[in-house]
């Protein structure tokens, strides 16, 4: 079974404006760790943001924001301000478990965002 | 500069060959893993390690093969037995966190190795 799903067609966005990128993940773990990441065209993969299942606060990082709703199991990103070089992949990530140890994560099958001036 | 370094960065395999993709780091990570990215896909873990001269299986290890000897390396050696080899595959590493430890241990990737079987 998909352990991470994102499910939005691409996305194509106002400069200056925010998106939301939606995440569902399925596990059984009371302990677990949620992560996007960024992929631009060159390949490699940028770490944004992070949140542990028991952070009671949503995660930000700069422009960066996690709507972690746990109950529904959904992590959503949320970028504000939009900028030109946000166009990219995004993915959503999920390690289960606790972090001690274990750094194995399940991917989703991202998101495309292209932002246009 | 600290990160992890892939090379190379394309590279053309014939079939029946083994290949082996580099990936060293300087980051000081107990942990490296090695992923598969297919054409508007997630990644796949392949194969991950945890500490020098050990190593376990992720989700599709089959037709592939890793060493760890020293703790800044951990090649990925493309087999014959791997019948869908073409790919993208992107190295990473991690700290690995022990109670009362760091609790965001997000992964540090290379830049990946685009591979191609002709």
């Known amino acids: 079974a998909q352990k991470i799903t994102q499910t939005q067609p691409g996305m194509f966005v106002q400069e200056k404006e925010a998106v939301t990128l939606d995440c569902t993940y399925d596990?059984?773990?009371?302990?677990?760790?949620l992560f996007w990441y960024k992929q631009p065209s060159s390949g490699e993969m940028i770490f944004l943001i992070y949140?542990?299942?028991?952070?009671?606060q949503n995660a930000t990082e700069g422009r960066y924001s996690l709507n972690f709703q746990k109950a529904r199991k959904s992590a959503n990103l949320v970028i504000s301000a939009s900028q030109l070089g946000d166009s990219a992949m995004y993915f959503c990530?999920?390690?289960?478990?606790?972090?001690?140890?274990?750094?194995?994560?399940?991917f989703g099958k991202g998101n495309q965002v292209v932002v246009i001036p | 500069d600290g990160g992890i370094t892939q090379s190379p960065k394309y590279l053309f395999r014939k079939e029946g060959q083994n290949v082996t993709l580099s990936c060293e780091q300087n980051?000081?990570?107990?942990?490296m893993y090695w992923y598969r990215q297919d054409p508007g896909q997630g990644l796949r873990l392949i194969y991950y390690?945890?500490?020098?001269?050990?190593?376990q299986k992720g989700d599709i290890a089959e037709g592939y093969s890793v060493s760890r000897e020293k703790k800044e390396s951990f090649p990925l050696t493309v087999t014959s037995a791997q019948k869908n080899p073409t790919a993208f595959y992107l190295c990473?590493?991690?700290?690995?966190?022990?109670?009362?430890?760091?609790?965001?241990?997000?992964?540090?990737f290379g830049q990946g190795t685009r591979l191609t079987v002709v």
């Open positions: 990473a590493s991690s700290i690995v966190s022990y109670p009362g430890g760091a609790v965001n241990t997000e992964a540090f």
């Open positions: 596990t059984s773990d009371q302990s677990y760790g």
């Open positions: 949140q542990g299942s028991y952070d009671e």
């Open positions: 990530a999920m390690r289960e478990g606790p972090p001690y140890g274990n750094n194995r994560l399940a």
């Open positions: 980051l000081n990570h107990d942990a």
């Open positions: 390690s945890q500490i020098v001269n050990d190593f």
